[in-house]
T-cell receptor, first 112, second 114 residues
């Protein structure tokens, strides 16, 4: 079973920041937080991941709370192409047997 | 991100035949590969995990004789759906992870069994 909880859907205005929350209150010390997104009928796309520290890349920022029980994915300037289902996943590294188990995700709709 | 190529993207086959789906990591060595199945408007369901040179580990409820997985090299894994039936019609997706940990996904294969 997925170890994360996400709202089923969210709306965001184009050009504004999209903040997608994720609850992972049972996360273990060696588990990472990963974010992926899936645009209709395509394979999921890797966005970002982190362990304890906040992370930023060209796509998004990941803010992890100090207790690591929740995190927020931030798309700083959402575009219509960011409309997708966003998945938050916690897992250990593959060489430790980590699997990617998908929950239901958040369906983000970016509106003009 | 790294590139994972999945082939074919779409396949239609007759009931009772077998279908092979290939998953290749093009620019990194995939020590672990994952195979998923996805039904319309549903999330991805993990079917099995394979490590290069080892037998795949199947999730509960997935028939290993039905869904044959081979991970013979660090860049290639295959999923063969044997004796396919209409209920096997689905979207199949592979994912590959290297030693760095991040996993990257193929484009998916839409299988239709008629």
């Amino acid at each position: 079973d997925a170890k994360t909880t996400q709202p089923p859907s969210m709306d965001c205005a184009e050009g504004r920041a999209a903040n997608l929350p994720c609850n992972h209150s049972t996360i273990s010390g060696n588990e990472y937080v990963y974010w992926y997104r899936q645009i209709h009928s395509q394979g999921p796309q890797y966005i970002i991941h982190g362990l304890k520290n906040n992370e930023t890349n060209e796509m998004a920022s990941l803010i992890i709370t100090e207790d690591r029980k929740s995190s927020t994915l931030i798309l700083p300037h959402a575009t219509l192409r960011d409309t997708a289902v966003y998945y938050c996943i916690v897992r250990v590294a593959p060489n430790q047997g980590g699997k990617l188990i998908f929950g239901q995700g958040t369906e983000l709709s970016v509106k003009p | 991100g790294a590139v994972v190529s999945q082939h074919p993207s779409r396949v239609i086959c007759k009931s009772g035949t077998s279908v092979k789906i290939e998953c290749r990591s093009l620019d990194f060595q995939a020590t672990t590969m994952f195979w998923y199945r996805q039904f319309p408007k549903k999330s991805l369901m993990l079917m099995a995990t394979s490590n290069e040179g080892s037998k795949a580990t199947y999730e509960q409820g997935v028939e290993k004789d039905k869904f044959l997985i081979n991970h013979a090299s660090l860049t290639l894994s295959t999923l063969t759906v044997t004796s396919a039936h209409p209920e096997d019609s689905s979207f199949y997706i592979c994912s590959a992870a290297g030693t760095g940990g991040s996993a990257f996904f193929g484009q998916g294969t839409r299988l239709t069994v008629v």
